[in-house]
């Protein structure tokens, strides 16, 4: 069954960028089906959509990060990745992959989520 | 950007008990193509969020016929009718009619 594992360096300096994968296993990264997502919460808080991309690379950003994240997919590696330029603390938070349902470029909900990857933004 | 209200912020029930949480948007989550595109998910304690229901009222896959969502326009409730042990962790809404995608702030269930 598919899975979803996230990665990354778990403590990120202040001002620099702050870089996560997603990878996917045991199943297809290009399904006409799905974007694939990258949600944030912070220590405590809530969920925080960050952006989905498709497999053909098509991507949307949340508005309050789009000056800073870029969302890229490599499907020869079966992977998603996210770059989060010029952190602060308010960046600190456990990072989740998940896939989403889309259908003729509308998102949907998601449906599978990985277990997520710890950020500390901290000098 | 659609703001999502969730209450209460917390709630403590009894096993065997109903609860009910009111999920309020600040924009129609009424699509142009007729649909309503509202979703509960919930996390439980150490792990990711699971999609409860889809499209107000759709179980997801596997989800007990104990959970139940309702509502339209701005205004939606998730129903538990019997409350279970397994059934603690942190709602949210969330919705996806208009971006950025936006989820409510969530609301803590415990026994």
């Known amino acids: 069954h598919l899975q979803l594992q996230e990665s990354g360096p778990g403590l990120v300096k202040p001002s620099e960028t702050l870089s996560l994968t997603c990878t996917i296993s045991g199943g297809s990264i290009s399904s006409n089906s799905h974007y694939w997502g990258w949600i944030r919460q912070p220590p405590g808080k809530g969920l925080e959509w960050i952006g989905s991309?498709?497999?053909?690379?098509?991507?949307y950003y949340s508005s309050s990060l789009k000056s800073r994240v870029t969302i890229s997919v490599d499907t020869s590696k079966s992977q998603v990745s996210l770059k989060v330029n010029s952190v602060t603390a308010a960046d600190t938070a456990l990072y989740y992959c998940a896939r989403q349902f889309s259908w003729y470029y509308d998102l949907y909900y998601f449906d599978l989520w990985g277990q997520g990857t710890p950020v500390t933004v901290s000098s | 950007d659609v703001v999502m209200t969730q209450t209460p912020l917390s709630l403590s029930v009894t096993p065997g008990q109903p609860a009910s949480i009111s999920c309020k948007s600040s924009?129609?989550?009424?699509?142009?193509?007729?649909?309503?595109?509202l979703y509960w998910y919930l996390q439980k304690p150490g792990q990711s969020p699971k999609l409860l229901i889809y499209?107000?009222?759709n179980r997801f896959s596997g989800v007990p016929e104990r959970f139940s969502g309702s509502g339209s326009g701005t205004d939606f409730t998730l129903k538990i009718s019997r409350v279970e042990a397994d059934d603690v962790g942190v709602y949210y809404c969330?919705?996806?009619?208009?971006?950025?995608?936006?989820f409510g702030g969530g609301t803590k269930v415990d026994i």
């Open positions: 969330m919705q996806s009619v208009h971006l950025p995608l936006t």
């Open positions: 991309i498709y497999y053909s690379g098509n991507t």
């Open positions: 924009q129609s989550l009424l699509h142009g193509d007729g649909k309503t595109y």
């Open positions: 499209e107000v009222s």
